[in-house]
């Protein structure tokens, strides 16, 4: 057998792919061959829009409801999705929440619901995952949806980046435990993406300016969709414990960095 054939089921669980992101994922994955189990938070409608292009890709979708907010109970989407699409080969833990608070204006419920619903959801999630591929023997792969801020700070977002860190951190913990069993994990760090969470609905990404990113715009939904799609082919068979940013050079700015920049001074020595 080919190192890079792909041994585990053609099923995908995608938290959080209503839309933005998570669509853009499901949908890449449908287009690779994976049915796709979607979970929706508020939006019957834009679940639907998701599960209708899953289909005419020629793949199967069936939807639940998730509230990481309400857990532990709330992880047993993984196994109903999995039971209802006959397996479970790829989990992507995308669904998240932000916050734009001081910490010392932070509250306790605040805190909670931000780590709950970023790294504590995700856990369970990946963990019930992760116990189904082991079961099976046939692999498997997980892919955590970070962020830049999983290891860049960012003031207003102390529980964010507590939570995404804490998440990169599990990834990598994930990842030596696993191997044996044949189950990769790994994150995929998105910059700033168009999408509905950072008030970018059905905008043209390349028609707005960022001038302090090095690739000079915000990045597409589909942009971080293609490398998750990359992590969970055969291509991404021997890439584990990795964190993939996907930000247009974000990162590499160090204290340069800033969404304050309004021109490109900064180009230039």
């Known amino acids: 057998m080919n190192v890079q054939d792909i041994n585990h089921p053609r099923v995908a669980v995608v938290t959080g792919s209503e839309s933005g992101i998570g669509r853009a994922i499901a949908v890449a994955l449908a287009a690779d061959g994976y049915d796709v189990g979607i979970t929706r938070y508020r939006d019957d ?9 899953v289909r005419r890709a020629g793949r199967r979708a069936e ?5 990481l907010t ?4 709330a992880a047993d989407v993984i196994d109903e999705l999995a039971d209802a699409l006959g397996g479970l080969g790829v989990l992507v833990n995308c669904a998240g929440a932000g ?3 001081p910490v010392l204006e932070t509250g306790w419920d605040e805190w909670r619901r931000v780590l709950a619903v970023d790294l504590d959801g995700p856990f369970l999630c990946a963990q019930r995952a992760a116990r189904r591929m082991v079961a099976t023997g046939r692999g498997g792969r997980i892919i955590n949806i970070t962020s830049v801020h999983e290891t860049a700070p960012r003031v207003g977002a ?17 990842a030596q435990e696993l191997g044996e069993h044949g189950i990769t994990v ?24 960022r001038p302090g990113v ?17 992590l969970a082919g ?5 890439v584990t414990g990795a964190s993939w940013p996907v930000d247009g050079g974000m990162l590499m700015m160090g204290p340069q960095a800033g969404s304050h920049l309004t021109g490109d001074e900064w180009r230039r020595p």
């Open 45 to 53: 409608e834009h679940a639907r829009r998701t599960a209708d292009e």
């Open 63 to 67: 939807i639940r409801d998730l509230d």
């Open 70 to 73: 309400r857990l532990p109970a």
């Open 99 to 101: 916050t734009s608070t």
């Open 158 to 174: 102390g529980a964010y980046c507590a939570a995404k860190g804490g998440l990169g951190m599990l990834t990598r913990v994930m």
């Open 186 to 209: 790994n994150a995929v760090a998105p910059g700033e993406i168009a999408t509905p969470m950072t008030g970018q609905e059905d905008v043209d990404p390349a028609g707005v300016e």
């Open 214 to 230: 090095p690739l000079g715009r915000p990045g597409d939904a589909r942009e971080v969709a293609a490398v998750v799609a990359f």
């Open 234 to 238: 055969a291509g991404g068979s021997y």
